[in-house]
């Protein structure tokens, strides 16, 4: 079973910028769907963004234009850029991965339906 493990986040001023990181324990099988969600205390996990074998990727519309997700298959490492940060986005972030769901023109099904697979999260804060 891939372990994931989380690492990146810290404290930041409202406006700044964070790159989150995720270590998988092993390559992933195409294909594949790797994603981060977060949850705030008392609010619902929600998804942020994801990106399937084929690069593929996908973003809640509250960080479009500011989230860049990639990951390096060589290194088997998922990243998130984050920037111009709001405070209402501070949250435990968490590494997800899927083997794979068809679902909307890309493997990323899991995103919507589900994911087996979880780290345990990185604590984000953004101060205003």
């Known amino acids: 079973q891939v372990q994931l493990v989380e690492s990146g986040g810290g404290s930041v001023q409202a406006g700044g910028s964070l790159t989150l990181s995720c270590a998988a324990s092993?390559?992933?099988?195409?294909?594949?769907?790797m994603g981060w969600f977060r949850q705030s205390p008392g609010k619902e996990r929600e998804g942020v963004a994801a990106?399937?074998?084929?690069?593929?990727?996908i973003y809640a519309d509250s960080v479009k234009g500011r989230f860049l997700i990639s990951h390096d298959y060589a290194k088997n490492t998922l990243s998130l850029q984050m920037n111009s940060l709001n405070p209402e986005e501070s949250a435990m972030y968490y590494c997800?991965?899927?083997?794979?769901?068809?679902?909307?023109?890309?493997?990323?099904?899991?995103?919507?339906?589900?994911?087996?697979?979880w780290g345990k999260g990185t604590l984000v804060t953004i101060s205003s």
């Open positions: 997800a991965a899927d083997r794979g769901e068809w679902y909307g023109g890309g493997w990323c099904g899991g995103y919507y339906h589900g994911m087996p697979y």
């Open positions: 092993e390559r992933p099988s195409r294909p594949y769907c």
């Open positions: 990106i399937d074998n084929r690069g593929m990727e």
